[in-house]
């Protein structure tokens, strides 16, 4: 069974992708730093001892975009909120483990997608803490099917994120954590 990296990402067109950023430096600048930090991500992230995914958003031009490397097995995020297009991921691939990371880490390294997958070994599911509250990283064993209400209720974008997920797994899971990152939302995260 295949280890899968996910990496959700938008076209990085100005006013749809970083916009918490684009309003404080602005729209065109928030589009450029996102295209270039996810070019740069993937080269960090590219390894062999697991398969690349982008997961892409909006659906239709995210399959057929020549922003991202042609290389890379594209899926179509779909429609929902983030748990719903987690969900869906993590239920439509083929069996084997899975890692989901978002495209705005600029710290992400192979040596924390690595660590991330050695704690599947022993464990159900796994997480990336975020200093705020949040995750930049899940992944799941997928010996059995994800759990029915997998990000259900989950108050996204807050500082309940991460204790929310791991309760929507249910109690009999064994959820392990690894390295803690941040993401880029604010001005202030690029420093």
Known sequence: MRRR???MLKEPRPGRVK?????EIG???AAWWFRHQVAALLRRVEDPRWQVVLAVSPDRAGLQSRVWPAHLARVAQGGGNLGDRMGRILRQLPPGPVCIVG???PGIRRAHVARAFGCLGAHDAVFGPAPDGGFWLVGMKRVAPPPPGL???VRWSGEHA???SIAS???RARVAMCDALADVDRA???R
Not at 19 to 23: D, E, F, P, S, V
């Open 188 to 190: 202030a995260d690029l």
């Open 19 to 23: 916009t918490r950023l684009g309003r």
């Open 5 to 7: 990296l996910v990496v």
């Open 162 to 164: 991460l204790s929310d």
């Open 103 to 105: 495209a705005d880490i």
């Open 151 to 153: 990000f259900e209720g």
């Open 169 to 171: 797994l249910g109690g």
């Open 27 to 29: 729209m065109v600048p």
